[in-house]
């Protein structure tokens, strides 16, 4: 896998450089839907990666976020976010990154994020740990919820369903020291394993969002599962992760306030 990791983490640097160079140029944007957005800069990191993985290992297959899946003739699969943060970038706000992950039978063993701006590239295998630019990263060491600075987001879907994690975030509010909503998943995940974060809680994500962060978090010392306790899985409804020592608190506030939600014909209607 040494061989793999080195790939991934130049390519990681290759797809960033792109998007760093092209961050304050003049953009196309596409919209998906109401909010949701792709830009130029997107396609143009994504047909890097898929060229230079097809080209390399063209045996694997690949999911990415804006092209249909390809697939492999192996049990190895390359799941590829190529530009997380879209809408911070489309808006030059400089908080975004590429996230790079290899899945092998069905489980994620290599994890690659990097952020261009702060040229800061976070990687790590299964079983071997975490890093930051070539040093070793650890969870943080919080025990206090009331202490621990978090992180989240909010769904695309945000207008249009009141299972949008707002019921999440405003019971949350009161019990951390505070929350941070930078809107790139899975470098939020990144900053989790660097101990930066404490904890991060998240509905909706796909698996390109999640891939590497989740695995450079477990690899970091951290926890991983559902918001119900759940094992956590790439095709999990939602994701808590943290340190491991406020877990359980996060959890408990989390299921407090999904009693806010009720359900009525499978679908969510908020309780006032």
């Known amino acids: 896998m040494r061989s793999e990791k080195k790939f991934a983490e130049n390519l990681a640097r290759k797809a960033g450089t792109l998007l760093k160079k092209k961050f304050s140029e003049n953009r196309d944007i596409i919209y998906k839907g109401e909010i949701n957005i792709v830009t130029d800069a997107d396609k143009m990191s994504e047909d890097l990666i898929v060229k230079e993985i097809s080209r390399n290992f063209p045996e694997h297959g690949i999911l990415t976020e804006e092209s249909p899946a390809i697939a492999g ?84 879907d945000l207008r249009e369903t009141p299972n949008n994690n707002l019921n999440y975030f405003n019971t949350m509010a009161t019990k951390a020291q505070a929350i941070r909503r930078a809107g790139a998943a899975a470098l939020d995940l990144a900053y ?13 994500l796909k698996p390109w969002d999640t891939a590497a962060g989740a695995l450079l978090v477990a690899e970091a010392g951290g926890e991983i599962s559902e918001i119900s306790g759940a094992a956590w899985k790439l095709s999990s409804p939602d994701l808590l992760a943290s340190n491991g020592l406020i877990q359980k608190s996060i959890m408990e506030i989390l299921q407090s306030a999904k ?9 969510p209607r908020r309780i006032f």
């Not at 930051?132 to 969870?139: M, P, Q, T």
């Not at 989790?192 to 909706?204: H, I, Q, S």
């Not at 009693?259 to 679908?267: E, M």
Request: net charge neutral.
């Open 259 to 267: 009693n806010q939600l009720r359900f009525i014909d499978g679908k």
């Open 73 to 156: 003739t192996t049990p190895s699969r390359w799941i590829i976010d190529p530009l997380d943060g879209t809408t911070n970038y489309a808006h030059r706000f400089p908080f975004f990154c590429v996230s790079i992950a290899l899945e092998i039978e069905g489980m994620v063993s290599l994890g690659v994020i990097y952020d261009p701006m702060r040229e800061e590239l976070y990687s790590g295998l299964r079983g071997g740990g975490a890093y930051l630019n070539g040093k070793k990263i650890n969870v943080s060491s919080v025990v206090s919820l009331s202490q621990s600075l978090l992180a989240t987001g909010f769904p695309y």
């Open 192 to 204: 989790l394993a660097a101990g930066r974060f404490d904890g991060f809680w998240e509905l909706k």
